[in-house]
Each structure stands twice: as C-alpha cells, then as structure tokens.
C-alpha cells in the first residue's frame, strides 16, 4: 500500500517549545515538499528537497528546519522562532519525471 | 507568493448542475494542475493541462487553459453532494520543481 504518511495528526505545544513532524513515502520519490496551510488559504512553501541530502528554502521558511537523511523521510521542525506556528502543515512528493504531487493527509499543530 | 487565484471563493449549488471554477495566474507557465481537498484532509491531484493544450477531460471534469489571458476554468458537470470541497489551481514554477497554489474554491453541493 504505498503512499505518504504524517504523524501525530493532531499535535499541541507549548509555547517556547520545539516540535518534529514526521512525513515518510513509500512510492520512491525524489523530491519531497513541506506546506503550510491557514484558515481558508492555499498553500504555501516551507521547504522542499529535490533529493537526499540536500534541500531549500521556499517562500516561508523563517522558524523551520528540516533534513534529508533518507529518500523516504523529510521531518519537519518548528522551532520557537516561528512566532505563528498553529495551522495545518500538508507534506507531499514528486516523482523526478512527473508534474502531479501526491500529499499526505496533514498534521494540525496548535499551540497553547 | 501566490500566483495562482482563484474565482468564486466560494460556490453553492444544488446536485445535478455544473459547477465552474476560475483560476488566473501572473506569469509563464509549463503547466497547470488542479486539486481537490476535502476538510481537513491532503490535497488530491484531479487533472493537469500543459501550457500547449487548450482543453482537457477527465470524467466529469473539463479544464480550459487560456494562456494568453494567463487564466484557466475548472468545470464539473452533473455535481454531487460528495463534490463538495476545496479545489486549488497550482502552477509550476518554471525550471523548479516547486508549484505555486491560490488560495482555492469552496465548493458546497446541496443534495
């Protein structure tokens, strides 16, 4: 059953804290994507990487970091810098010849 | 920034008729794509149209291209209650592996 997963989908912080969001694929993608998604917007870039070890800043990345030790997994951290970090966070990837993403279905962070 | 915007930000209408979404973009694109997201879950690819095409069907769906109006209208004929959700134009970003996503149309089907 291959796909994309996200975990928790559901995760609270405190404020001042760090959080890791987990976003692994089965369906050997090169590229992998992080998105940030607010009440009644569409998406925006976090980060995305175009294959391990290495990725890059999108239109948003100011409080996240990320990494790309294997293909199959691209963690998300919000760190305490991201001063509005509650919203519904959407990962997706890419085959290397392909156009169409495939995401999985999300984490809403909250923070207390 | 967000290049693609779509037009109405939200629609209702009853089962049976069509629904039509409009989407307009700033600038060149290789493709555009379109993408269904139902509350609170991932987005879900529907159908793309390459900048050299001027129409594409896919079942219910018709998505028109006009690039020199830089816009482009997502059509679904004979609604259902289950087609209500989000729907999001995205275009590419040329020479990137990066797509650009408005801010979506909420589509309501009333049964």
């Known amino acids: 059953d291959g796909g994309i997963t996200q975990s928790p989908k559901y995760l609270f912080r405190k404020e001042g804290q760090n959080v890791t969001l987990s976003c692994e694929q089965n369906?050997?993608?090169?590229?992998m994507y992080w998105y940030r998604q607010d009440p009644g917007q569409g998406l925006r870039l976090i980060y995305y990487s175009q294959i391990v070890n290495d990725f890059q800043k999108g239109d948003i990345a100011e409080g996240y970091s990320v990494s790309r030790e294997k293909k199959e997994s691209f963690p998300l951290t919000v760190t305490s810098a991201q001063k509005n970090p509650t919203a519904f966070y959407l990962c997706a990837s890419k085959s290397a010849g392909g156009d169409e993403q495939f995401f999985g279905p999300g984490t809403r962070l909250t923070v207390l | 920034s967000q290049q693609g915007e779509e037009d109405p930000q939200a629609l209702s209408i009853q089962e049976g008729e069509n629904a039509t979404m409009n989407c307009s973009y700033k600038?060149?694109?290789?493709?555009l794509q379109w993408y269904r997201q139902n509350s609170g879950r991932g987005l879900v690819h529907l159908i793309l149209i390459r900048s050299n095409e001027r129409e594409k069907h896919s079942g219910r769906l018709r998505v028109t291209l006009d690039t020199s109006k830089k816009s482009s209208s997502l059509l679904i004929t004979a609604s259902r209650a289950a087609d209500t959700a989000s729907y999001f134009c995205a275009t590419d970003r040329a020479g990137s592996y990066q797509l650009t996503f408005g801010k979506g149309t909420k589509l309501s089907v009333i049964p």
């Open positions: 369906l050997n993608h090169d590229a």
């Open positions: 600038t060149s694109i290789n493709n």
